[in-house]
């Protein structure tokens, strides 16, 4: 279909015929959907109008074309929002209107509001028609009858509609730009974009027939620009649009994390689940758009890319987007564009020197910004700013040195800190922030550690009146961006600064210092994920300039110590991973290899790896953590039993149950001399113990560790605290495995009515009571009973993880036992296959959850009479327990029977 285009419209109206034009519509460009849906309805009516386009005639004398356009119109419609209140042309369309009918009575001005802002005193006297927050019949309706003003006998369709055009003639009705969508996070209009009418156009067309466009082109290009453009001018047309920074695959996941909340799916354990059910709800739906903005690489959104009725727009620098999303080139400004940007921010002007100033910047986008906001902050003229950005740029290119920047760009800021000579503080900011990440700079941020900062700055952050003046020149300069988040500063803007400082060390040390100040401190706690979450994107940036740079190791390894751990806690293992080798490659150059600080980041790496499934790396980790700690605060300190019971835990883990007793019996001797026989830290050894034991099979001894257990923590927590109902369900399985089942369903059912009481009936831990007394309830023979409490827990667990979670696959597993049981053999295989296509996803093949997965798929195969499908199964899990535990693990044991068995029947 032909979008509507105006000049399209007037181009066939030429002769004498016509009569005299009736409304002249007077908007600012960042109104450009309102005025087209305006004029579309004032036309359908029988009106004849002309949309004001000033914004691609500038140049000459403005004042006259204004005054005979105004001439030419008998009526005028003044499209009020604040960026035409802002503009330049202010109130002069409607003056000379306003001045002729100041009381409205002949309906010769038609104010029309169609976005939140005060009015100007006069018009709010003389009456407007609001359209904020109107859906379209009703906004049509309004519109009609303020036009209709002074003309009481108009009729509804007047004869010039026929002399003219019928209106499907215009092309295709203008989408009505009125209420957005319910769910949105998109920054601020650009009330300054300009042209780029045919790029929006083909945006818009591609849209229609692909489900996914790559907006991509170089740096400053003004990708995002275009992107956010197109995300209001159709808003309307969508229920939800999400923007999602995608400049990592961390930052996606937390985009989509956060989309996740506000659709009111509730918090999740990680943030990767919480994506995920952002995903599948998206999936659910239509008429949404996500635009992932700042993509580096395809596979950086492996596995966050959503289906459903929406669409996605995506920005990048990469062209490489192929099979993923149709292509969209983004390139400089055309030349009329570009001198019609800078005429049109600088007010107008000689055509002649905005086209050469425009042709030396190369029509770059954002270097045109920064030099038209130079121009309205100066008064310098075109030709003089000229003259001085080809001085400025010559000798930048007189250096020899390849930049990996337009030069057009840093000639541009190079003239813009001359401007700001003598403002030290507002420098010093920008400078700054060049060494902080591309996001949202919070303010609370900046004066997390003054100290570190040069004087005149640490005095700026730490008054928020006296921030807003340091920062209000950068932005007049369109240095930085600035909304509810805090500054942004653009990527090209930053590489830049830090080039022209030589990347200066001082800087990247305060940078990391500043943001190392400001990261919560105590990471494991989900109150302080927020603001983790927030910072996170300068906690990757600081370290990696302050890495490369080699300052302020120490405060770059604690930050990247913490964030492993915070992304641990959020389950991004794999990201976690590498923060914490690069937080203990830092800690071994400035302490050596055996400093209890060495130790500490070891532990962590340690448990990330226990995550991960690598058993073997998380031993080795553990017993080097072990070990430092011993020397460094000998073998009885509280220290070194922290150690030793996660060694123990991935010993147990590992199969070595007597090598784990030991060392949970060690724990246990330590943390009783410590703390005595009643602490919570003894509680905890005791469980750990109990656990191990009940793996012996030492169920009497095990039971009377876990009602020890109990005993403490009742008496430290109280009978109703989650802990206890950890305590109570660990017993409750120790009671089962005794053979005691109506022992352990009352623990079970216990623990149950804890957990729902302290987390309400659909969390996780919820989900894990319920798993543990459906299994008993199969033991007794409730297999109805059993299925209904797995079928619980399964809707919880993909309702708070998604449903690609290995939690999920954990309760798709036990549910096609009790399927088995039952004699129900096409749906239990069903639960295991798609139990082990998750676990296959996450752990990779060869992972020992994946061999569970597969043995149990075996025995349904096996019972369904597929003897060389269960053969297969039972081999394959075979092999995976031999590699991971070695042959005479209880695992590996357990599968090599099933196999001999089968064998020796068939």
């Not at 994920?529 to 405060?555: G, M, S, Y």
């Not at 996660?646 to 703390?675: C, K, P, S």
Request: hydrophobic share 45%; net charge negative.
């Amino acid at each position: 279909m032909e979008p509507w285009v105006r000049s399209a419209r007037w181009a066939g109206r030429g002769g004498g015929d016509l009569p005299v034009l009736e409304f002249l519509i007077s908007y600012a460009w960042a109104d450009n959907a309102w005025a087209e849906w305006i004029a579309w309805q004032l036309e359908v009516a029988g009106y004849a109008t002309r949309l004001q386009a000033w914004d691609v005639q500038l140049g000459g004398d403005l004042a006259a074309q204004m005054q005979q356009a105004i001439a030419e119109a008998a009526r005028l419609v003044a499209v009020l929002s604040p960026a035409y209140l802002a503009s330049r042309l202010g109130e002069a369309p409607w003056r000379p209107i306003f001045a002729r009918d100041p009381a409205g009575e002949r309906g010769l001005l038609v104010p029309v509001r169609v976005a939140d802002g005060d009015p100007p005193t006069s018009l709010a006297d003389c009456g407007y028609v609001d359209l904020v927050g109107l859906a379209e019949p009703e906004a049509t309706e309004r519109l009609l009858a303020g036009v209709r003003q002074g003309q009481p006998g108009r009729p509804e369709a007047a004869p010039l509609l026929q002399a003219v055009a019928a209106p499907v003639a215009l092309g295709v009705q203008p989408p009505f730009p009125g209420p957005g969508p319910s769910i949105s996070n998109l920054a601020p209009r650009n009330p300054q974009f300009t042209g780029r009418a045919d790029l929006l156009d083909e945006l818009e067309q591609r849209l229609i027939g692909e489900a996914a466009v790559a907006a991509h082109g170089p740096g400053g290009v003004g990708k995002s620009q275009l992107a956010l453009e197109y995300a209001h001018r159709h808003a309307a047309d969508y229920d939800l649009v999400w923007w999602v920074d995608a400049a990592t695959r961390l930052l996606a996941t937390s985009g989509l994390a956060e989309l996740a909340l506000r659709m009111g799916l509730g918090a999740r354990a990680g943030q990767p689940e919480q994506a995920a059910a952002a995903l599948a709800e998206l999936a659910r739906r239509d008429r949404w758009l996500l635009v992932f903005d700042s993509a580096e690489e395809p596979e950086d959104l492996v596995g966050l890319w959503p289906s459903g009725g929406g669409q996605v727009l995506l920005t990048s620098r990469n062209a490489g987007w192929g099979g993923h999303a149709a292509r969209l080139p983004v390139d400089v400004l055309a030349p009329d564009d570009d001198a019609a940007f800078l005429l049109q921010r600088t007010g107008g002007g000689d055509h002649q020197p905005a086209s050469a100033l425009a042709s030396e910047l190369g029509g770059l986008p954002l270097a045109l910004e920064l030099a038209a906001a130079h121009l309205e902050e100066s008064d310098l003229s075109l030709a003089e700013y000229l003259a001085r950005y080809r001085r400025t740029q010559a000798e930048l290119l007189a250096r020899g040195q390849p930049a990996p920047f337009p030069v057009s760009v840093a000639a541009t800021l190079v003239l813009d800190l001359d401007r700001l000579a003598g403002e030290q503080a507002t420098v010093d900011l920008l400078r700054l922030c060049a060494f902080l990440g591309s996001g949202p700079i919070p303010s609370g941020l900046l004066a997390a550690e003054p100290e570190v900062l040069p004087p005149e700055l640490a005095v700026a952050v730490g008054d928020e009146p006296a921030l807003d003046a340091t920062s209000a020149a950068l932005y007049r300069l369109s240095l930085v961006g600035r909304d509810h988040d805090g500054l942004k500063l653009h990527r090209l803007v930053g590489e830049v600064v830090r080039d022209g400082l030589n990347d200066q060390p001082w800087w990247a040390a305060a940078a990391v210092e500043l943001v190392a100040a400001g990261f919560p401190a105590d990471v494991t706690e989900p109150a302080s994920w927020p603001a983790c979450a927030r910072l996170l994107r300068h906690a990757l940036a600081t370290t990696d300039h302050a890495d490369r740079l080699d300052v302020a190791a120490e405060q770059t390894s604690r930050l990247l110590n913490r964030v492993g751990v915070y992304l641990r806690g959020r389950a991004e293992f794999a990201a976690a991973q590498h923060a914490l080798e690069r937080a203990l490659a830092i800690a071994e150059a400035i302490y050596g290899p055996d400093h209890p600080t060495v130790a500490t980041y070891v532990n962590n790496l340690g448990d990330v790896l226990r995550d991960l499934g690598d058993l073997a790396g998380a031993r080795a980790h553990f017993e080097r953590a072990l070990r430092i700690d011993e020397a460094a605060y000998g073998p009885d300190d509280p220290n070194v039993a922290v150690r030793v019971n996660d060694l123990g835990e991935v010993m147990r883990a590992l199969g070595d149950l007597a090598g784990a007793r030991a060392l949970l019996e060690r724990a246990l001797r330590i943390d009783e001399a410590t703390f005595g026989p009643g602490h919570p830290e003894v509680a905890r050894d005791v469980n750990n113990l109990g656990s191990v034991l009940q793996d012996l099979g030492e169920l009497a001894r095990a039971r009377t560790l876990l009602e020890r257990a109990l005993l403490i923590d009742e008496a430290a927590y109280g009978p109703d605290h989650p802990t206890v109902a950890v305590d109570i369900n660990n017993l409750g399985t120790v009671l089962r495995e005794q053979g005691d089942l109506a022992g352990a369903k009352a623990h079970l059912k216990r623990a149950l009515r804890i957990d729902e009481a302290v987390y309400g009936p659909d969390h996780p831990s919820v989900a894990l009571r319920v798993n543990n007394l459906g299994d008993v309830l199969r033991q007794l023979g409730d297999l109805a009973g059993a299925k209904a409490h797995l079928e619980r827990a399964l809707r919880i667990d993909e309702a708070v993880y998604g449903p690609d979670h290995p939690r999920v696959a954990v309760d798709l597993n036990n549910l096609g036992r009790v399927l088995r049981e039952s004699g129900d053999l096409a749906h239990a295989r069903a639960n295991y296959e798609r139990a082990l296509r998750i676990d296959e996803a996450v752990y990779g093949p060869d992972h020992p959850n994946v061999a569970l997965r597969i043995n149990n798929l075996g025995y349904v195969l096996q019972q369904s009479g597929d003897t060389a499908g269960a053969r297969a199964s039972y081999e394959r899990a075979l092999r995976i327990f031999q590699t991971v535990y070695g042959p005479d693990h209880p695992r590996t044991r357990i599968v090599a029977e099933n196999l001999r068995g089968l064998n020796d029947r068939f």
